[in-house]
């Protein structure tokens, strides 16, 4: 069993930046992927972004490439996502997932059955 908890959503200004962090436990962090999606109420789950298990892969979407990074320092079983350049529009529920061994060149790394932990989410409201 896997444990996640993310922190760092908050109330911001268009333009400026957060940086929110997953920390897991229960299991050995490593060989996990760690992934981003985002969730409005009402709707499925969007991806915003992935890393590999040793941090040597990411993948974005679209909406937020150039603009958020996904980190990860297995050290202390955390991967973080670095939001610049905030817009009304990444006002959401963020979530950290994990998945165990899911790759990020195929399709499936972007889609939210492919991750079997969950973290509560934390919210992120962006004022224009």
């Known amino acids: 069993q896997v444990q996640l908890v993310e922190s760092g959503g908050g109330l911001v200004q268009a333009g400026d930046s957060l940086r929110l962090s997953c920390t897991a436990s229960?299991?050995?962090?490593?060989?996990?992927?760690m992934a981003w999606f985002r969730q409005a109420p009402g709707k499925e789950h969007e991806f915003v972004g992935a890393i590999m298990w040793n941090g040597a892969t990411t993948s974005y979407a679209d909406s937020v490439k150039g603009r958020f990074t996904i980190s990860r320092d297995n050290a202390k079983n955390t991967v973080y996502l670095q939001m610049n350049s905030l817009k009304p529009e990444d006002t959401t529920v963020y979530y950290c997932?994990?998945?165990?061994?899911?790759?990020?060149?195929?399709?499936?790394?972007?889609?939210?059955?492919?991750?079997?932990?969950w973290g509560q989410g934390t919210q992120v409201t962006v004022s224009s």
């Open positions: 229960g299991r050995p962090f490593s060989g996990y992927t």
């Open positions: 997932a994990a998945g165990w061994a899911v790759s990020l060149g195929l399709g499936k790394s972007k889609s939210p059955t492919s991750y079997t932990y």
